[in-house]
């Protein structure tokens, strides 16, 4: 063969393994790059703090607790100091750091000062109910309400209690000497023991406080608070304007973050919650703080005014003067701060009109959420508008709001507006009409009724809410022509 060709056939073999070497050192200088870079990242995730798991109660979050089945409805903050007063005993919250959400305590009365809270297992509380009804044909006709079927006295009890007893002997040393309890209907003595209980061993539920819970705590307690919202009317705004992931979502919430809570917690760390003001001040948005958020949550809420959001507009200085009058002439309404519902060390006893926690000397505060908003997101909200939009603003007239608000979102957007009376909303209506501002305007009243569902003993409430307030919705539209 001719020795010119081999030599060319060299040169190309020796120049195809360099090229597979170097693609070779080149694939292997990437990796070990990919390779440093996961690692740091990996570094970095372990340095960080995990966000604490969301079914266990841990140290510094908010709880609410459920004092016999609704009695009592307690907002705290746990921690390895904190106080829980039932009737005239202290008893200290730290067994409850660490607990999954739905446990069930029962209290300890053999010790009379801090005494700690005993976990109750919930299955023997189920278990024990009545699911089967005995006809044996007793009644409590014939039965006399005289004060005298109960033959321990009172300081027979206080003896007992000052000796250890627990609370269920307590209660069966009353059944034995009461001289009706055998003559009782079944059911009767259901709702004796049930009684005896809430007085003699008090439980103490475990609740994790999310946006149904905190709505009904305060509707129960201190419902003007939350603009009478009630958990239905909640629900239905949230609805009406399709909060869903990676919404964008203004919101004008008056009534102590409720709202604000709520949207942040269905939209689960995705879009943004933007909660918008008139003035200089926000409004106080303290309730956000007692949903427990991550600090990825807590980073999507944020607050700008509405004159920030709006776009610049070209107008005569006279009109100017005038939006400026009204801009001052504005009332900027105090809201009453949520977190008057988990108390702080400097509260005095004689103040105290919500819960009685006690927290200790160095309380954990939870961060305060609702940053200002960045000028880049402000930017893009007024190019592009929000997806949907949210008001409840008690004693504040809809429409002045409204007007000034609906602007700012994007056409085709829906919107929700609460208020606790008809009148004010159907103004609002009429003059979106007549302005052509909106289409599909509907005003709701929800409704809602409890029902107790148990063995041939299923009927409605006997008392229930008469009215939750109502709700505007719409879809905005394009006013130019």
Known sequence: SNPRSL???????????????????????????????????IKNNNNKAQDPNPRFASEGCSVLLDVNDGDRLVFARLS??????????NYSLKPLIGAPFGSLFQVETEKKVLSSLAFFPSKKERSSSVNVIDDDGRDNRELIDNNESQNLTVEEIEAMRREGAKGEEIIEALIANSSTFDKKFQLSQEKYKLKKQKKYAPKVLLRRPFARSICEAYFKKYPARIGFI????????????????????????????????????????????????????????????????????????????INELSPPKTASPEVNNQQGGVCKSEINISESSASDMVEDASVTAEAREVDDVVPESKIIKAPQPGAKASKEAVEMWKENGFSSLIMAAQDQDPWILAKD??????????????????????????????????????????????????????????????????VLSGIRISTTS
């Open 230 to 305: 009630r958990v239905d009317a909640l629900s239905l705004l949230l609805t009406m304007a399709n909060v869903t992931a990676y919404s964008d979502v203004l919101v004008v919430d008056m009534v102590g973050g409720l709202v604000t809570g709520a949207v942040a917690e269905r939209l689960g760390g995705t879009g943004y919650v933007c909660s918008t003001y008139k003035g200089d001040s926000p409004s106080s948005v303290d309730m956000v703080r007692m949903f427990n958020f991550t600090d990825k949550i807590k980073e999507r809420i944020v607050h700008s005014s």
């Open 7 to 41: 030599v060319s056939k060299l040169k190309i073999k020796t120049q195809k393994k360099t090229k597979k070497n170097c693609s070779l050192f080149l694939l292997l200088s990437r990796w070990s790059t990919v390779r440093i870079r996961l690692c740091r990242r």
């Open 80 to 89: 390895s100091g904190a106080i829980f007063k039932i009737g005239n005993t």
């Open 405 to 470: 608000v609906l602007p700012l979102l994007s056409y085709s957007a829906p919107f929700a507006i609460y208020h606790q009376y008809l009148q004010p909303l159907a103004t609002c209506m009429h003059n979106l009409q007549q302005g052509k501002m909106a289409i599909n305007l509907q005003i709701t009243e929800p409704w809602l009724r409890e029902y107790q569902v148990l063995p041939s003993r299923s009927h409605p409430h006997m008392q229930m809410s008469s009215f939750g307030g109502y």
